[in-house]
């Protein structure tokens, strides 16, 4: 059986609180860039199939504007910031100032997608240090690059790893959401797919043994 | 008579097949692959899903056959002989192998549409079985759809429009 399968609720809980160090951190970044308040909601780790998945971020070929970073360090995995191309297009007008910038409709404007970069940037350095500091693991964050496209082609670049040792994955979803928006309930995700080896070495370095 | 048309659907590392007046779909290929097999005498189609170039990269216990192109296509193949197909009049469309981000680094793994496009049309000459129209790399996501009785292949893209090949 592989090790996906073998997981606890232990096991469950520490990863959940993983992702809340982690995205609670780069809410507040967020916050800081945008000057909005930015809440986050409490994470959820699933253990899913490939296509429950992509099913969380809105469907296979629902359009989604999202920023990829491999983590690289001891316990290299994926991260993807992810969310729907309107809720870009308001955020990085806000950051710009420049309200010409749409992600809705290609072509999309370069200096608009740099914008969207240096959210992911921010963002997922702000993820992942607070992930080095609570496990003390050496986690560092690749360049990242950005995609608007189907989700269902977005995410599965982050299962080449894990699709090589098991057909579900474990995935740590953070929903963003701000606060007092007249724009409705518009949610972003932070997806955390740590590669096979890496969930050993987390365990580890928090002190919980893997097959308890 | 207005009958809905059936659609069959086949998700990530997955296939299946469908007969006319059905069509199959799967949606969100970025590096993966979606490939086609169908004999158009029949009115009978095969998709599969493949997410990886080799079994051999597998690790785990449980093997998917759809995952893998080396398994995926015979796989596919064996399921549309038995369905009634005949070997010799099986055609191919495919398309898919994106890469769907770009990074100055990265090694093998950011190659992997392209190779599993490579994979695809290694088993399908493995096979004899011709490869009739294509639309594969870029950096784009695809949405495919096979209408078994006109052997057209429908591609949607969210950033290039939609085509028939």
Known sequence: MSFVERLSQVHLDIL???GNIGAGNAATALSQLLNRTIN????????ATYDEMVELAGGSDHVVAAVYIRIEGEAPGNMFFVLPPEQVSYFVQLMTGDSTITFEEPPYSEMGISAFLEMGNILSGSYLSALSDFTRLNLQPS??????????AILTMGLIEL????DHVIVIDTILEEENSDRGKIRGHFFLLPDPDSFEKIFQALGVNVDE | MNKLKEVVKVGIADLNIVRAPGVIR???LGSCVGVVIYDLNQHLAGLAHVMLPDS???KGNALNKAKYADTAIKELLDILIE???KKYALKAKMAGGAQMFQFSSGGDMMRIGPRNVEAVKKQLERFRIPIVAEDVGGRNGRTIEFN??????????????????
Do not use: C, F
């Not at chain 1, 699709?163 to 098991?166: F, M, N, P, R, T």
């Not at chain 2, 292949?153 to 939609?162: D, E, F, S």
């Open chain 1, 143 to 152: 360049v990242p690059s950005a995609s608007i496209d189907m989700a269902g």
């Open chain 2, 56 to 58: 051999s990269l597998a």
């Open chain 2, 83 to 85: 369905e009634g197909a």
């Open chain 1, 16 to 18: 959940k609180e993983v």
């Open chain 2, 148 to 165: 078994p009785e006109s052997g057209m292949l429908n591609i949607r893209t969210v950033n290039l429009g939609v085509k028939d090949i």
């Open chain 2, 26 to 28: 799967t949606s969100g």
């Open chain 1, 40 to 47: 986050l909601e409490i994470p959820t780790v699933q253990v």
């Open chain 1, 163 to 166: 699709s090589q040792v098991s």
